[in-house]
């Protein structure tokens, strides 16, 4: 299986800061790399697919990049609603991977 | 506009079997493939295996192989997840997800699966 790996585990950031967090695949997933957002309680939520695409209806705020092993996500101008757990997940082959998880925190 | 409703959470011992439903509604069910992703309490998601909608294909996680099963219902445009021999790991919500272009736009609300004696 292809092994993702996130970081940090979890970061801490104020309003209106910017923030990134890595996902590293084991080995190349061209472009099948997902992220959602995941609140307390609730089910995931897609908020990129294809290592950069916005679903309709998730804020320009969001954006991802990357390609074969080394992707990002970009939060700017954090709102308090962001406070949550992102996970990527690469979808490249027939064996799905999840990273293990990023927790943001809003000071 | 698409739906995933999940069965009700359960409890069961140790060595029991459990059937967890998703019923979508809002597309045509054999346009896609039905995914299964667990989460322990306090823990990351993982995912569990798929289903075809439009023939009943699966493709198991191995972690899973033997004592995973899932199955469709095309007639009720609904998918299950059958899981055997329970342990206490098990204890987890299980969402059932929609994939589309490689991705989950939709996701049922969850199950509590509880194992315990």
């Known amino acids: 299986d292809i092994q993702m790996t996130q970081s940090p585990s979890s970061l801490s950031a104020s309003v209106g800061d910017t923030v990134t967090i890595t996902c590293r695949a084991s080995?190349?997933?061209?472009?099948?790399l997902n992220w959602y957002q995941q609140k307390p309680g609730k089910a995931p939520d897609l908020l990129i697919y294809?290592?950069?695409s916005l679903p309709s209806g998730v804020p320009s705020r969001f954006s991802g990049s990357g390609s074969g092993t080394d992707f990002t996500l970009t939060i700017s101008s954090l709102q308090p609603e962001d406070c949550a757990t992102y996970y990527c997940?690469?979808?490249?082959?027939?064996?799905?991977?999840f990273g293990q998880g990023t927790r943001l925190e809003i000071k | 506009q698409v739906q995933l409703v999940q069965s009700g959470d359960e409890v069961k011992k140790p060595g029991a079997s459990v059937r967890v439903s998703c019923k979508a509604s809002?597309?045509?069910?054999?346009?896609?493939?039905i995914h299964w992703v667990r989460q322990a309490p306090g823990q990351g998601l993982q995912w569990m295996g798929k289903?075809?909608?439009?023939?009943?294909?699966?493709i198991y996680a191995q972690k899973f192989q033997g004592r995973l099963s899932m199955t469709t219902d095309t007639s009720t445009t609904t998918a299950y997840m059958d899981l055997r021999s329970l342990r206490s790991d098990d204890t987890a919500v299980y969402y059932c997800?929609?994939?589309?272009?490689?991705?989950?736009?939709?996701w049922g609300q969850g199950t509590l699966i509880t194992v315990s004696s």
């Open positions: 997940q690469q979808t490249f082959g027939d064996s799905i991977t």
């Open positions: 080995r190349t997933v061209s472009r099948h």
């Open positions: 294809a290592a950069s």
């Open positions: 809002g597309y045509t069910f054999t346009n896609n493939d």
């Open positions: 289903i075809s909608g439009y023939n009943g294909d699966t």
């Open positions: 997800a929609r994939s589309s272009n490689w991705n989950y736009g939709h």
